[in-house]
């Protein structure tokens, strides 16, 4: 998509009766300069000039020009810079989410054009889903596992513990693997420490995380052979990562991602996996997560793998619930399948 800023009236310099060019003052004329307009009356006599109108060619991204620097729009312009680093300049959050979208939609469009099968009317759903997410209160939000770092820790203890989390996140709730790492962070949650801490004393600060006990024997592994392996740190790619004892592939990926600041996948775990299925996002059912992995991966625009799990998670926590989904509450009630096939269908009481 090309974007463009036109010049609608670019006036040659004419002298003025004061003798200075009016090229020079243009900027002060420009109703984008009201204030200095308004503070600075020029009075020449001559014939009143058309105002610089800069217009902005991309109205269906919904960019408003208004909302940024005049003049670093004009800076633009004379610069021709090219569409995607202009739009980075652009400073509000409103306008960086515009930037995010318009990116999406160019990878979307891309794979359309290879004519790759996609389900109908995911991009609305997913801006759907957005918009139901855009108060960020879900559990995943605040609790998640990019929030059970301590703050403080240096970057490979934090890489750490962002591991440590995602492994006891399996099958336990945010709020629980929270509070379960708040106490190994007080504790000492280095690779070190754990590894020297007897299993029952490991047990009593995870618990009671889902399958606390055979996590205390993953973690304790885990961290002796971030000793031995990788002089305490985490490896860096998603093959050595799922080498790890109770590391499987949608903890790897998801650390990849809050531990590296790499997208090496998608993280699938059971809410993605689930509403997935719900919105048919895949050409058939899948059973297991990978699978659905695998399947979501042919047709979705890599731009979003880092933001797909976060936004379902959140979702799937709310609104989209393993049982009784809040479907009378969904803005994706009219054109999500399972809505449809199921519309008949009224809750227990
Ligand atoms: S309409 Fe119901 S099943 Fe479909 S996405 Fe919304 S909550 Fe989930």
Not at 175 to 188: D, E, F, P, S, W
Request: one cysteine or more; aromatic letters at 6%; hydrophobic letters at 30%.
């Amino acid at each position: 998509m090309s974007k463009k800023l036109k010049l609608d009236v670019i006036s040659t310099s004419r002298s003025l009766r004061s003798g200075k060019s009016l090229a020079t003052l243009s900027e002060k004329t420009s109703p984008y300069f009201a204030d200095e307009k308004t503070s600075k009356t020029i009075k020449t006599g001559a014939k009143k000039r058309l105002p610089i109108k800069i217009e902005y060619d991309a109205t269906e991204d919904g960019i408003n020009v208004e909302n940024t620097d005049a003049t670093s729009a004009i800076e633009t312009q004379s610069q021709n810079v090219k569409e995607s680093s202009a739009l980075k300049t652009v400073k509000t959050e409103e306008c960086e989410m515009k930037v995010e979208s318009i990116e999406e939609s160019t990878d979307s469009k891309n794979i359309k054009d290879e004519k790759r099968w996609m389900p109908p009317n995911w991009e609305t759903i997913l801006e759907n889903v957005k918009e139901m997410r855009k108060h960020k209160t879900a559990p995943v939000d605040d609790m998640g596992c990019h929030k059970c770092a301590d703050p403080n820790a240096s970057p490979s203890v934090s890489r750490y513990q962002s591991l440590i989390a995602l492994m006891l996140s399996s099958q336990t709730k945010d709020q629980v693997t929270h509070a379960a790492m708040q106490r190994l962070n007080t504790y000492g949650c280095k690779p070190d420490i754990i590894a020297a801490t007897p299993d029952d004393v490991l047990g009593k600060l995870i618990y009671p995380v889902g399958f606390w006990k055979r996590k205390v024997e993953y973690i304790k592994k885990t961290s002796v052979i971030l000793l031995d392996k990788y002089d305490g740190d985490i490896p860096k790619t998603i093959k050595e990562l799922c080498e790890l004892p109770g590391v499987g592939p949608k903890m790897g990926h998801i650390c990849m991602q809050i531990a590296w600041g790499e997208v090496s996948g998608i993280g699938v775990d059971t809410h993605v996996h689930r509403i997935c299925n719900r919105l048919e996002w895949m050409k058939k059912p899948t059973k297991t997560p990978e699978e659905t992995r695998n399947e979501l991966e042919d047709w979705l625009p890599k731009s979003l793998w880092s933001k797909i799990n976060y936004l379902l998670v959140g979702f799937g926590q709310e609104i989209c619930l393993p049982r009784f989904p809040k479907c009378d509450e969904c803005l994706n009630k009219n054109i999500c399948p399972y809505a449809s096939k199921n519309s008949g269908k009224k809750k227990k009481s």
